[in-house]
């Protein structure tokens, strides 16, 4: 079936709750610009793979503030505009994955503005998928979550080609007088060596011995972890 008759039949149900949109590589991003037009004013939960941001900024803005929990996964270049559409239009957010692609560092400041006005964020997830090794700035991102983090958001999966120890640990040295981290990280095994992981596991031991990590997982993959 295709995608206009779908998208006209959940026009016309504006009490729905929960959304997901799966769109195969064989579609183009910007094919769906149908998607503009829906009105979801009830929606909580929004789940999208591949959905311009064109497209998400629009629905997002229709939603009137109660959306819960936004699961993003490859939308197009335009973070920005989408992030800011999530932290003007999504008051009552719990739970946030978004997948970077390109200019990701430009995005670092919208984090603080989102950690500000999405006061009950409790589960963060970020996905940066930048074509080098090292791009994204985490430190500054860690810095703005120690200063500008809700008090209960404590859940953080992070995934990267890399990660540097300097930066953890700077993210753990500020993490005082808050909830201990549940913490789950992605990366590349093909950036990473074996003594680096081990020296990631060492800093990890350290902190939770230290209580400011409750758990933490560490994979070469970013599975779909949760935790109990």
């Not at 979801?40 to 629905?59: A, F, M």
């Not at 209960?152 to 890399?162: N, P």
């Not at 020296?199 to 990590?213: G, N, S």
């Amino acid at each position: 079936m295709d995608w206009k008759p779908i998208t006209r039949l959940i026009s016309y149900l504006p009490n729905l709750l929960s959304l997901e949109f799966n769109i195969t590589h064989s579609k183009c991003w910007n094919e769906l610009d149908y998607l503009n037009d829906l009105l979801l004013p009830n929606l909580k939960i929004l789940k999208t793979h591949r959905i311009s941001s064109k497209s998400l900024v629009n629905l997002i803005e229709s939603t009137k503030g109660h959306l819960t929990e936004i699961d993003i996964t490859y939308n197009d270049i335009d973070n920005e505009r989408l992030i800011q559409a999530i932290y003007q239009n999504c008051p009552n957010l719990r739970y946030l994955k978004i997948s970077l692609m390109n200019n990701t560092n430009s995005l670092i400041s919208e984090f603080e503005n989102l950690l500000i006005n999405c006061k009950l964020l409790n589960e963060l997830i970020i996905e940066i998928y930048d074509r080098y090794i090292n791009v994204f700035s985490w430190d500054k991102l860690f810095i703005i979550l120690t200063k500008s983090a809700p008090i209960g958001l404590f859940k953080f999966k992070f995934h990267s080609k890399r990660f540097e120890l300097e930066d953890f640990k700077l993210f753990f040295d500020n993490w005082k007088n808050r909830n201990p981290i549940l913490l789950t990280i992605g990366y590349n095994p093909f950036s990473i060596s074996l003594k680096e992981y081990h020296q990631l596991v060492d800093l990890f031991e350290k902190y939770k011995a230290k209580e400011i990590i409750k758990k933490y997982f560490i994979s070469c993959l970013f599975e779909e972890f949760e935790w109990n």
